[in-house]
Nanobody, 123 residues
């Protein structure tokens, strides 16, 4: 009965910012491996940023320095602040809870996944 619901996507010009949110139910984010993946127009699934159960944060090289993941335990949510967006950031962004998050190669496979939210960055 796990449910993850993303929001906050949209269209933005290059250099702009977006804040994505993920509302979780059926799991507690501070006791789970939770984070963000994106599916690119080329159909690749790429880890954006992740919070492991031990609290360690991992961020993909392509977005390092431009995104910040956080969790709000009181609201059982996680967020992704994205700044200095580039056209290559265009993708469907998914909130996910995956035990072995480093092995994800296909979005919406094993684990729990939200419905996704579209981010489009224009040049």
């Amino acid at each position: 009965e796990v449910q993850l619901v993303e929001s906050g996507g949209g269209s933005v010009q290059a250099g702009g910012s977006l804040r994505l949110s993920c509302a979780a139910s059926g799991l507690t984010v501070d006791r789970s491996n939770v984070g963000w993946y994106r599916q690119t127009p080329g159909n690749d699934c790429e880890m954006v940023s992740y919070i492991a159960r031990d609290g360690k944060i991992y961020t993909g090289m392509a977005v390092r320095g431009r995104v910040s993941i956080s969790q709000d335990n009181a609201k059982n949510q996680i967020h992704l602040q994205m700044n200095s967006l580039k056209p290559e950031d265009t993708a469907v962004y998914y909130c996910a809870a995956v035990e072995q998050w480093w092995h994800v190669v296909v979005c919406r496979g094993t684990g729990y996944w939200g419905q996704g939210t579209q981010v489009t960055v224009s040049s």
